[in-house]
């Protein structure tokens, strides 16, 4: 594997980060709750994608709950100054593990401090504003209140950057209005491409767009064309489902996640992957 900056790097608030990062959703339990069933794994992953160059890494509080965010402290803190870490709030886990909006100004206020002693931080990079309004998909609704609330904790300083996480394209309109919106992420895939067109909006405005999902989430991505082109390319199909992302416009930032080093360094490994243009097709 070499470089991830052959893959090139983008603008993420006022750092520049390599486009291929890494997601820690699943460095827990089943369903997104409890422990790993691999402790020293989970910690292994972490510190292997650091290793190898990863200096974007997403997560939350709500992913455990609270089990990410320790893991993530317990294997990088204290942590290297090129890393930024992004997290999110808007939701709190219920019976069962159920995804339950938290959209108060108290429960963001709380959400984000949550995030900030588990993480060991005393200022959160950047923070996504997850709007549950749909758990699976982006639905019509105000989120000022939402803002004004993450707004005055940037004034605090407990905040740097806003972003946007499931949102529809009007919301992000109204995000901007309110604060800058440094990144929105939303499900973006290879095979899922409705957002084609915020994509192109918001790499014209020099937004970053995280893919969540790159590679399908809890469905993998599958076709005889992604295979086709990994086996003349001597690709795994994953990474050029990676590359095609990375192909797709500068401002798309994939964080592929993973509880295995082997399957991290196949995912990372999508940098060295180059697509010609009837690879593409």
């Known amino acids: ?41 989970a910690l292994a992953v972490l510190r292997a994608a650091v290793e190898h160059g990863v200096d974007h890494l997403d997560t939350s509080d709500a992913y455990g709950p609270y089990v990410a965010n320790r893991i993530v402290r317990e294997a990088l803190h204290p942590y290297p100054k090129e ?94 209005s309110i604060t800058e919106i440094v990144c929105v992420q939303n499900l973006y895939n290879v095979a899922n491409r409705a957002d084609d067109a915020l994509v192109d909006h918001l790499a014209a405005h020099g937004i970053a767009y995280v893919p969540f999902f790159p590679l399908g989430g809890f469905s993998p991505v599958q076709s005889k064309a992604l295979s086709a082109v990994a086996a003349e390319l001597g690709a795994t199909p994953m990474q050029v489902a990676l590359a095609w992302l990375l192909a797709r416009s500068p401002n798309l930032l994939p964080i592929p996640g993973t509880s295995s080093v082997a399957h991290l360094r196949e995912n990372l490994g999508a940098a060295d992957v180059e697509l010609p243009p009837a690879a593409v097709e």
């Open 1 to 41: 594997m070499k470089s991830l900056a052959r893959a090139g790097t983008f603008k993420l608030g006022h750092r520049t980060v390599k486009r291929l990062g890494y997601g820690a959703m699943q460095l827990t339990g089943p369903g997104i709750v409890g422990p790993p069933k691999d402790h020293a794994a």
């Open 83 to 176: 890393l930024v870490i992004v997290t999110k709030v808007g939701a709190r886990r219920g019976p069962g593990g159920a995804w339950v909006p938290a959209y108060s100004a108290k429960e963001l206020r709380e959400q984000v401090h949550s995030n900030l002693e588990n993480l060991g931080l005393d200022v959160l990079e950047v923070v996504n504003l997850r709007v549950m309004f749909d758990a699976m998909k982006p639905t019509e609704g105000s989120i000022a209140e939402q803002l004004d609330a993450l707004a005055e904790l940037q004034r605090e300083g407990k905040v740097r950057h806003v972003g946007l996480s499931n949102v529809t394209p009007k919301q992000v309109e109204e995000g901007r």
